[in-house]
Protein backbone atom coordinates (compact mmCIF):
# COMPACT_ATOMS: atom_id res chain seq x y z
CA UNK A 1 0.00 0.00 0.00
CA UNK A 2 1.24 3.40 -0.92
CA UNK A 3 -1.06 6.43 -0.74
CA UNK A 4 -1.70 8.46 -3.39
CA UNK A 5 -1.00 11.85 -2.71
CA UNK A 6 2.22 11.52 -2.80
CA UNK A 7 2.07 10.85 -6.61
CA UNK A 8 0.49 14.78 -6.42
CA UNK A 9 3.33 16.70 -5.22
CA UNK A 10 4.08 20.04 -6.65
CA UNK A 11 7.19 20.79 -8.86
CA UNK A 12 8.18 24.16 -7.86
CA UNK A 13 11.01 22.40 -5.91
CA UNK A 14 11.92 19.15 -8.40
CA UNK A 15 14.61 17.43 -6.05
CA UNK A 16 12.59 17.16 -3.08
CA UNK A 17 9.29 15.79 -5.69
CA UNK A 18 11.78 13.15 -7.10
CA UNK A 19 12.40 12.43 -3.15
CA UNK A 20 8.54 11.66 -2.88
CA UNK A 21 7.87 10.16 -6.25
CA UNK A 22 10.64 7.90 -6.34
CA UNK A 23 8.96 6.60 -3.23
CA UNK A 24 11.68 7.39 -0.58
CA UNK A 25 8.43 8.50 1.29
CA UNK A 26 5.58 6.52 1.73
CA UNK A 27 2.02 6.10 3.78
CA UNK A 28 0.48 3.29 5.13
CA UNK A 29 -2.30 2.37 7.15
CA UNK A 30 -2.08 2.70 11.37
CA UNK A 31 -2.05 -0.22 13.13
CA UNK A 32 -5.00 -0.41 14.80
CA UNK A 33 -6.28 3.11 13.70
CA UNK A 34 -8.22 2.85 10.46
CA UNK A 35 -8.33 6.85 10.72
CA UNK A 36 -4.74 7.43 10.61
CA UNK A 37 -1.68 6.80 8.16
CA UNK A 38 1.66 6.06 9.13
CA UNK A 39 4.45 8.43 6.76
CA UNK A 40 7.29 6.42 6.44
CA UNK A 41 11.09 7.09 5.28
CA UNK A 42 13.20 4.26 3.23
CA UNK A 43 16.19 6.28 3.52
CA UNK A 44 17.33 6.44 6.19
CA UNK A 45 14.24 4.35 7.47
CA UNK A 46 11.92 6.33 10.27
CA UNK A 47 8.44 6.11 10.67
CA UNK A 48 6.09 8.88 11.91
CA UNK A 49 2.83 7.28 13.63
CA UNK A 50 -0.41 8.50 12.50
CA UNK A 51 0.73 11.67 10.99
CA UNK A 52 -1.51 11.62 8.28
CA UNK A 53 -5.22 11.08 7.75
CA UNK A 54 -6.87 8.20 6.27
CA UNK A 55 -8.15 9.68 3.29
CA UNK A 56 -4.79 12.41 2.67
CA UNK A 57 -4.90 12.32 -1.01
CA UNK A 58 -4.62 16.24 -2.22
CA UNK A 59 -1.57 17.79 -2.91
CA UNK A 60 1.70 17.33 -0.67
CA UNK A 61 5.36 19.40 -0.35
CA UNK A 62 8.36 18.73 0.81
CA UNK A 63 10.37 21.38 1.84
CA UNK A 64 13.60 20.57 3.46
CA UNK A 65 12.91 18.73 6.59
CA UNK A 66 9.13 19.81 6.65
CA UNK A 67 6.02 18.74 4.74
CA UNK A 68 2.63 19.67 3.64
CA UNK A 69 -0.41 17.81 3.11
CA UNK A 70 -3.82 19.14 2.04
CA UNK A 71 -5.97 16.76 4.03
CA UNK A 72 -10.19 16.89 4.37
CA UNK A 73 -10.35 18.81 6.75
CA UNK A 74 -6.88 21.33 6.81
CA UNK A 75 -3.53 22.09 5.60
CA UNK A 76 -1.02 20.41 7.88
CA UNK A 77 2.54 20.91 7.95
CA UNK A 78 4.93 18.50 9.70
CA UNK A 79 8.81 19.56 10.90
CA UNK A 80 9.64 16.05 9.97
CA UNK A 81 12.84 16.44 12.43
CA UNK A 82 11.13 17.43 15.64
CA UNK A 83 7.70 15.83 15.37
CA UNK A 84 6.20 19.33 15.78
CA UNK A 85 3.15 20.88 13.36
CA UNK A 86 3.79 23.85 12.22
CA UNK A 87 1.10 24.50 10.27
CA UNK A 88 -3.24 23.50 10.51
CA UNK A 89 -5.02 25.68 8.29
CA UNK A 90 -8.77 25.13 8.38
CA UNK A 91 -9.48 24.47 4.52
CA UNK A 92 -10.56 21.49 2.99
CA UNK A 93 -9.23 19.10 0.23
CA UNK A 94 -6.96 22.06 -1.14
CA UNK A 95 -4.66 22.89 -4.02
CA UNK A 96 -1.25 23.97 -3.02
CA UNK A 97 1.75 25.83 -5.00
CA UNK A 98 4.99 26.55 -3.12
CA UNK A 99 6.77 30.21 -4.06
CA UNK A 100 9.91 29.55 -5.95
CA UNK A 101 11.60 30.96 -2.48
CA UNK A 102 10.07 28.34 -0.35
CA UNK A 103 8.40 31.31 1.54
CA UNK A 104 4.90 30.92 1.16
CA UNK A 105 2.23 28.62 0.37
CA UNK A 106 -0.92 29.52 -1.65
CA UNK A 107 -3.83 27.46 -1.16
CA UNK A 108 -7.28 27.28 -3.00
CA UNK A 109 -9.93 25.12 -1.13
CA UNK A 110 -13.24 26.24 0.66
CA UNK A 111 -13.17 27.07 4.86
CA UNK A 112 -14.40 24.60 6.81
CA UNK A 113 -18.28 24.95 7.31
CA UNK A 114 -18.15 26.70 4.57
CA UNK A 115 -20.31 25.34 1.26
CA UNK A 116 -18.55 23.56 -0.98
CA UNK A 117 -18.18 25.54 -3.60
CA UNK A 118 -17.20 28.45 -1.84
CA UNK A 119 -13.60 28.75 -2.92
CA UNK A 120 -11.36 30.98 -1.68
CA UNK A 121 -7.66 31.55 -2.13
CA UNK A 122 -5.10 31.66 0.69
CA UNK A 123 -1.67 32.76 1.14
CA UNK A 124 0.31 31.84 4.14
CA UNK A 125 4.05 32.15 5.58
CA UNK A 126 5.26 28.01 5.10
CA UNK A 127 7.46 29.04 8.24
CA UNK A 128 4.72 29.37 10.55
CA UNK A 129 1.27 29.07 8.87
CA UNK A 130 0.53 32.42 9.10
CA UNK A 131 -2.50 34.05 6.65
CA UNK A 132 -1.26 37.09 4.98
CA UNK A 133 -3.96 37.08 2.17
CA UNK A 134 -6.98 35.65 2.37
CA UNK A 135 -9.27 36.32 -1.02
CA UNK A 136 -12.04 35.30 -3.37
CA UNK A 137 -10.93 35.35 -6.90
CA UNK A 138 -13.06 32.71 -8.50
CA UNK A 139 -10.07 30.20 -8.53
CA UNK A 140 -11.17 26.96 -8.99
CA UNK A 141 -10.06 23.70 -7.02
CA UNK A 142 -7.86 22.32 -10.70
CA UNK A 143 -4.52 23.49 -9.25
CA UNK A 144 -2.45 26.56 -8.87
CA UNK A 145 1.52 27.67 -9.04
CA UNK A 146 3.54 30.82 -8.98
CA UNK A 147 5.51 31.89 -11.53
CA UNK A 148 9.27 31.83 -11.78
CA UNK A 149 9.42 35.23 -10.42
CA UNK A 150 7.44 34.79 -7.25
CA UNK A 151 5.39 37.93 -8.46
CA UNK A 152 1.84 36.16 -9.03
CA UNK A 153 -0.15 33.02 -9.10
CA UNK A 154 -1.32 30.96 -12.08
CA UNK A 155 -5.30 29.77 -11.44
CA UNK A 156 -7.98 27.98 -13.21
CA UNK A 157 -11.61 30.04 -13.76
CA UNK A 158 -14.83 28.71 -15.34
CA UNK A 159 -15.32 30.79 -18.02
CA UNK A 160 -18.46 29.82 -20.22
CA UNK A 161 -17.40 26.29 -18.77
CA UNK A 162 -13.92 26.08 -20.30
CA UNK A 163 -11.35 25.91 -17.87
CA UNK A 164 -9.36 28.88 -18.29
CA UNK A 165 -5.90 29.42 -16.81
CA UNK A 166 -5.53 33.56 -15.44
CA UNK A 167 -2.77 35.52 -13.70
CA UNK A 168 -3.14 36.99 -10.60
CA UNK A 169 -0.77 39.59 -8.56
CA UNK A 170 -0.09 38.81 -4.72
CA UNK A 171 -2.56 41.90 -4.00
CA UNK A 172 -5.40 39.98 -5.41
CA UNK A 173 -5.75 41.71 -8.74
CA UNK A 174 -6.09 39.25 -12.04
CA UNK A 175 -3.77 40.97 -14.72
CA UNK A 176 -4.63 38.90 -17.43
CA UNK A 177 -6.20 36.01 -18.94
CA UNK A 178 -4.25 33.69 -20.33
CA UNK A 179 -5.46 30.45 -22.34
CA UNK A 180 -7.98 27.53 -21.92
CA UNK A 181 -6.11 24.82 -19.67
CA UNK A 182 -5.68 22.85 -16.22
CA UNK A 183 -3.33 21.96 -13.28
CA UNK A 184 -0.91 24.20 -14.02
CA UNK A 185 2.81 23.60 -13.04
CA UNK A 186 5.58 25.81 -12.94
CA UNK A 187 8.57 24.01 -14.58
CA UNK A 188 11.74 25.36 -12.48
CA UNK A 189 14.22 24.50 -15.03
CA UNK A 190 12.84 26.42 -17.97
CA UNK A 191 10.37 29.38 -16.05
CA UNK A 192 7.53 28.06 -18.40
CA UNK A 193 3.91 26.48 -17.10
CA UNK A 194 3.39 23.20 -17.66
CA UNK A 195 -0.48 22.30 -17.69
CA UNK A 196 -3.36 20.45 -18.88
CA UNK A 197 -5.66 20.84 -21.99
CA UNK A 198 -7.51 18.29 -24.46
CA UNK A 199 -6.49 15.67 -22.09
CA UNK A 200 -2.61 16.20 -23.11
CA UNK A 201 0.08 17.92 -21.27
CA UNK A 202 1.53 21.51 -22.77
CA UNK A 203 4.36 23.87 -22.05
CA UNK A 204 4.12 28.10 -22.44
CA UNK A 205 7.51 29.98 -21.92
CA UNK A 206 6.53 33.57 -20.88
CA UNK A 207 8.11 35.20 -24.00
CA UNK A 208 6.32 32.84 -26.53
CA UNK A 209 2.44 33.54 -28.15
CA UNK A 210 2.06 29.46 -28.85
CA UNK A 211 2.94 26.82 -26.33
CA UNK A 212 4.00 23.22 -27.26
CA UNK A 213 2.66 19.99 -26.58
CA UNK A 214 5.12 17.47 -24.69
CA UNK A 215 5.73 14.57 -26.97
CA UNK A 216 7.91 11.37 -26.59
CA UNK A 217 10.06 10.83 -23.91
CA UNK A 218 7.97 14.30 -22.02
CA UNK A 219 4.90 12.74 -23.37
CA UNK A 220 5.21 9.83 -21.18
CA UNK A 221 6.23 11.94 -17.85
CA UNK A 222 3.47 14.13 -18.70
CA UNK A 223 0.96 11.07 -18.90
CA UNK A 224 2.88 9.64 -15.46
CA UNK A 225 2.13 13.55 -13.89
CA UNK A 226 -1.47 13.38 -14.66
CA UNK A 227 -2.20 10.23 -12.88
CA UNK A 228 -1.55 12.86 -9.69
CA UNK A 229 -3.67 15.38 -11.24
CA UNK A 230 -6.50 13.57 -11.90
Known amino acids: FAHSWHMAVVWNHPELAKRVSGQLYSAHPT ?3 RHQLDLRRTAP ?3 WPGLLEA ?4 DALLLG ?3 VVAEKTAVRGWNLETGVMTIEFPMEWASLALSPDGRYLACVGNHSGDAPNDLRLAILKTEDGTMIHDLT ?3 QRQGLCWTADGQQLIGVVEQDKIPTLVALTLKGETSKTLWPGKRPRLEPATGAILYLHDDALW ?3 PDREEPERLRSEERRVGKECRSGWS
Do not use: A, L, Q, Y
Not at 55 to 58: A, Q, T
Open 31 to 33: PGN
Open 45 to 47: DTC
Open 55 to 58: NSHG
Open 65 to 67: DSI
Open 137 to 139: VGF
Open 203 to 205: RRF
